[in-house]
């Protein structure tokens, strides 16, 4: 075999996958034909967070007199956001490559398919190896209604000429609101159309609630409960049709309605490798597919698609085949942020889920953040935690405020270990500071799920 391992994709999952195994001595080779980083480096979470760090800019200017500072808000240059952009990922892009040739890894920056099980065309070349990794990714998708192609997804924003001053964004998950944000942080007329009641499908009821009530005071028109019927391009402006018979004229249509794995152009049946109804690769759990020596890790297999998992299942895969140290990694209690305007984070079980496992208590505040005290700038944050009524351990945990990543973190670690409410309590806070509220939070706030029958 030409190689012990090879990698197909150089994102986040591929490229951990392929420099740790490379690093314990495989010979190992991994192929990108678009760019190294993947969707999250390069037209994903980071350059999506610089958007929404400049969104708040805007937001913080005006807040500033509040304490006292004349600053004007100014006029935002879209271009020269872009440019400091694209320069930052350039340099992460390059990273990415340097960390694999550093590693001892055969770089291939071709497309790569199956011949067979362990045989690749990789750029016409035919490669072979003992082991194959399916490292591939995902990608955005529209609906299909009439004017679709007028729209734009995700990949596309990152690249839009131009700031538009109408946008509608259509879908309610982590790209929408956070998108939502952005636009109308940076001034754009915004509306964000939605089928469900409430944004964040998943996610805690309370901080759902909360978060349509932010949006709605950062400026953005929701359209609940609905849905698009149509697009139209009409004397240079969008035209966009919706399910309740109203009718908008906007610059920009975004789909943010969900994304699918990359599995296109894989010549996946020559190697056997089957998928599942939803196009994603099957996998069991040790991330195996249907052809032993065939594996598949991150957004191509559909199962919790964040960037931190895809590195941590590239890594332990890697140990495995060629660290000797077989390891898996966990799906539960994995910590996620929404980097909309507030931000949101959570890790473990909703109110919902907690409630249908058992008997649950509940602890909630909501308070005005200190900043905005003086700021006046209607905003609150949400903090919420679940404990299970029978050993009092934390089961989940909620935040809708600024900061609420980088609190959740911590959080995390502790969820993790197992902590109780009664470890959170003994917790000296930090003062004076948001973080606090969860170690005293004493009052609790109600009982959700069956009782435990008495014994």
Same mark, same amino acid.
């Given at each position: 075999?030409?190689?012990?391992?090879?990698?197909?994709?150089?994102?986040?999952?591929?490229?951990?996958?392929?420099?740790?195994?490379?690093?314990?001595?495989?010979?190992?080779?991994?192929?990108?034909?678009?760019?190294?980083?993947?969707?999250?480096?390069?037209?994903?979470?980071?350059?999506?967070?610089?958007?929404?760090?400049?969104?708040?800019?805007?937001?913080?200017?005006?807040?500033?007199?509040?304490?006292?500072?004349?600053?004007?808000?100014?006029?935002?240059?879209?271009?020269?956001?872009?440019?400091?952009?694209?320069?930052?990922?350039?340099?992460?892009?390059?990273?990415?490559?340097?960390?694999?040739?550093?590693?001892?890894?055969?770089?291939?920056?071709?497309?790569?398919?199956?011949?067979?099980?362990?045989?690749?065309?990789?750029?016409?070349?035919?490669?072979?190896?003992?082991?194959?990794?399916?490292?591939?990714?995902?990608?955005?998708?529209?609906?299909?209604?009439?004017?679709?192609?007028?729209?734009?997804?995700?990949?596309?924003?990152?690249?839009?000429?131009?700031?538009?001053?109408?946008?509608?964004?259509?879908?309610?998950?982590?790209?929408?609101?956070?998108?939502?944000?952005?636009?109308?942080?940076?001034?754009?007329?915004?509306?964000?159309?939605?089928?469900?009641?409430?944004?964040?499908?998943?996610?805690?009821?309370?901080?759902?609630?909360?978060?349509?009530?932010?949006?709605?005071?950062?400026?953005?028109?929701?359209?609940?409960?609905?849905?698009?019927?149509?697009?139209?391009?009409?004397?240079?402006?969008?035209?966009?049709?919706?399910?309740?018979?109203?009718?908008?004229?906007?610059?920009? !249509? %975004?789909?943010?309605?969900?994304? @699918?794995?990359?599995?296109?152009?894989?010549?996946? =049946? &020559? +190697?056997?490798?089957? /998928?599942?109804?939803?196009?994603?690769?099957?996998?069991?759990?040790?991330?195996?597919?249907?052809?032993?020596?065939?594996?598949?890790?991150?957004?191509?297999?559909?199962?919790?698609?964040?960037?931190?998992?895809?590195?941590?299942?590239?890594?332990?895969?890697?140990?495995?085949?060629?660290?000797?140290?077989?390891?898996?990694?966990?799906?539960?209690?994995?910590?996620?942020? !929404? %980097?909309?305007?507030?931000?949101? @984070?959570?890790?473990?079980?909703?109110?919902?889920? =907690? &409630? +249908?496992?058992?008997? /649950?208590?509940?602890?909630?505040?909501?308070?005005?953040?200190?900043?905005?005290?003086?700021?006046?700038?209607?905003?609150?944050?949400?903090?919420?935690?679940?404990?299970?009524?029978?050993?009092?351990?934390?089961?989940?945990?909620?935040?809708?405020?600024?900061?609420?990543?980088?609190?959740?973190?911590?959080?995390?670690?502790?969820?993790?270990?197992?902590?109780?409410?009664?470890? %959170?309590?003994?917790?000296?806070?930090?003062?004076?500071?948001?973080?606090?509220?969860?170690?005293?939070?004493?009052?609790? /706030?109600?009982?959700?799920?069956?009782?435990?029958?008495?014994?």
């Amino acid at each position: 075999m030409d190689f012990d391992l090879f990698v197909i994709g150089g994102g986040s999952a591929g490229v951990r996958c392929a420099r740790i195994a490379a690093g314990h001595g495989a010979r190992t080779g991994v192929a990108e034909s678009r760019f190294w980083g993947g969707t999250c480096v390069n037209i994903g979470c980071v350059p999506k967070k610089f958007l929404v760090m400049a969104a708040e800019y805007g937001a913080l200017a005006q807040d500033a007199r509040g304490f006292g500072w004349d600053t004007p808000k100014g006029k935002h240059d879209w271009s020269a956001l872009l440019a400091a952009k694209d320069t930052e990922i350039t340099r992460l892009n390059g990273i990415y490559k340097r960390l694999l040739d550093q590693a001892g890894a055969t770089i291939f920056e071709a497309k790569a398919s199956f011949i067979d099980s362990h045989t690749l065309d990789v750029g016409g070349r035919r490669i072979t190896a003992e082991k194959i990794v399916i490292a591939t990714g995902g990608h955005p998708t529209s609906l299909p209604i009439p004017g679709a192609e007028l729209a734009i997804v995700s990949d596309d924003a990152f690249y839009l000429p131009a700031m538009p001053k109408r946008v509608a964004i259509l879908g309610s998950g982590y790209i929408a609101v956070e998108f939502a944000g952005v636009f109308a942080g940076l001034g754009a007329q915004t509306h964000l159309i939605y089928r469900q009641p409430l944004p964040l499908r998943g996610f805690d009821a309370d901080i759902r609630s909360g978060l349509a009530e932010e949006l709605a005071q950062n400026g953005v028109t929701l359209h609940p409960g609905t849905t698009p019927h149509s697009i139209r391009a009409v004397n240079g402006a969008k035209h966009i049709t919706l399910s309740d018979g109203s009718a908008l004229e906007v610059d920009l !249509v %975004f789909f943010a309605t969900g994304r @699918a794995p990359n599995v296109s152009g894989l010549n996946l =049946a &020559a +190697a056997g490798v089957k /998928t599942t109804p939803s196009g994603a690769i099957h996998i069991d759990e040790n991330l195996t597919t249907s052809t032993p020596n065939i594996y598949a890790i991150g957004d191509v297999t559909d199962r919790l698609n964040l960037t931190p998992v895809a590195t941590a299942e590239g890594h332990a895969l890697a140990d495995t085949l060629f660290g000797n140290n077989p390891r898996s990694i966990s799906l539960e209690n994995v910590p996620t942020a !929404v %980097f909309s305007i507030p931000p949101v @984070a959570t890790v473990g079980l909703t109110e919902e889920q =907690a &409630a +249908a496992r058992g008997e /649950t208590k509940i602890f909630l505040t909501r308070f005005t953040p200190m900043r905005h005290a003086l700021s006046r700038r209607p905003r609150k944050t949400i903090m919420k935690l679940l404990a299970d009524a029978a050993t009092d351990k934390i089961i989940g945990a909620h935040m809708l405020g600024e900061d609420a990543p980088e609190i959740m973190q911590g959080i995390a670690i502790a969820i993790t270990a197992g902590a109780t409410k009664a470890d %959170f309590d003994r917790t000296i806070g930090i003062h004076p500071t948001a973080a606090e509220e969860f170690v005293t939070l004493r009052s609790q /706030t109600r009982v959700v799920g069956a009782k435990t029958p008495p014994k």
